[in-house]
């Protein structure tokens, strides 16, 4: 289909959309242009059966946004918006915005891949979410995080403290409306597992962490290796063939962490399935904080959300197990379209508990 045609499709569903919902081009063209209304003459150049106008791109958003709930006709029609959408209308917005946005794509002559709009850490409810990490033991702990300092500082007695920083501002970031809490696992009350869960650290130091994996039944397990005195590695069993994901280290130098493991879980909270919960994982730190930077990362967190929505289209509960490249002691943000990155990886369809394994590689 050539580009003038990709247009006139467009236009017609556009059109299509309109009547649907038995507005005037007027009417519509208020509604889109917010503040500065649109003129029924631009309406009617993108809805042209011959030879239509392509709207800007970010229009398509607007119509999706509209058109996603029946509450946007409810007595005045106007766009309502999109963190206040339930669940079924945020789905919905998805749907149309990925259906415009590939046609609008196509009109103008570029890849017909939509631009996911898919956001892990945006929630369309209003929580609460609660951050679970590990509480360092004495020992590990810097000498504030001991209340009797005059300088105590109750986040000095954390694991996976990036990791926490990350998370917990990307997720006020995307949710402005929604209480968010962190707690250490010792002070962790039941309150605290019956809204969205997101575990921040492996079991190392984490009895909710290990209690919880029980519960959720993830074809991968963590457990100590003799030759590994850092932390716990991750072990699947595939086919009946137990595989083992273990960090690597500096041949130059043995104590030198260049490779380690993370693992990023989204699932119904199986303490209240109208939650989430969330594991940000790894052997170490460098995995934990490579798995949680994988979706707030600026820079890869688009192609890694787009990844999630080709891999997992029919699902909102996926798992993956992922290396994570250190570099002068940096953890790089895991790029899930490289090679070599994804591990393993999961779903469950919706409803179910049980995990399928869809691919693994690397293992050793």
Request: hydrophobic share 35%; with cysteine; proline share 7%.
């Amino acid at each position: 289909m050539d580009r003038s045609s990709q247009s006139q499709e467009l236009a017609r569903r556009l059109r299509e959309l309109r009547l649907g919902c038995k507005l005037t081009q007027k009417e519509l063209g208020v509604v889109l242009g917010g503040d500065q209304p649109l003129s029924a003459p631009t309406i009617a150049s993108w809805e042209n059966k011959s030879a239509p106008k392509l709207p800007p791109r970010d229009r398509m958003l607007a119509y999706a946004q509209f058109f996603a709930t029946p509450r946007s006709l409810e007595d005045t029609p106007g766009l309502i918006p999109v963190e206040n959408f339930t669940t079924e209308e945020h789905d919905a917005y998805e749907t149309f915005s990925a259906e415009l946005l590939k046609l609008h794509a196509a009109a103008r002559g570029g890849s017909s891949d939509p631009v996911v709009t898919r956001k892990s850490w945006k929630f369309t409810d209003d929580g609460p979410l609660t951050f679970i990490c590990a509480q360092l033991p004495g020992a590990e702990a810097s000498p504030l995080s001991d209340p009797a300092s005059p300088n105590y500082t109750e986040l000095l007695g954390f694991g996976d403290l990036d990791a926490l920083v990350e998370l917990w501002g990307h997720v006020r970031m995307e949710n402005p409306h929604m209480d968010v809490f962190y707690k250490p696992a010792p002070r962790v009350i039941a309150d605290d597992l019956s809204g969205h869960v997101v575990i921040v650290g492996g079991v190392g130091w984490n009895d909710v962490t290990r209690r919880i994996l029980d519960l959720t039944h993830l074809p991968v397990t963590q457990t100590e290796d003799p030759a590994i005195k850092t932390g716990d590695i991750f072990v699947s069993q595939i086919d009946g063939t137990e595989k083992r994901y273990l960090p690597t280290w500096s041949p130059a130098d043995s104590k030198k962490l260049i490779q380690d493991v993370g693992l990023l879980v989204r699932m119904r909270n199986p303490l209240n399935s109208n939650r989430t919960l969330t594991m940000c994982n790894g052997i170490h730190s460098r995995g934990v904080f490579g798995a949680a930077r994988a979706l707030t990362d600026k820079r890869l967190r688009e192609s890694n959300e787009r990844y999630v929505a080709r891999n997992f289209p029919d699902s909102q509960e996926f798992g993956i197990l992922m290396n994570v490249q250190v570099i002068e002691g940096v953890a790089m943000t895991p790029d899930f379209n490289s090679p070599n990155t994804v591990l393993h990886q999961w779903s469950s369809p919706a409803g179910t508990v049980p995990s399928r394994a869809v691919r693994t590689q690397g293992a050793q």
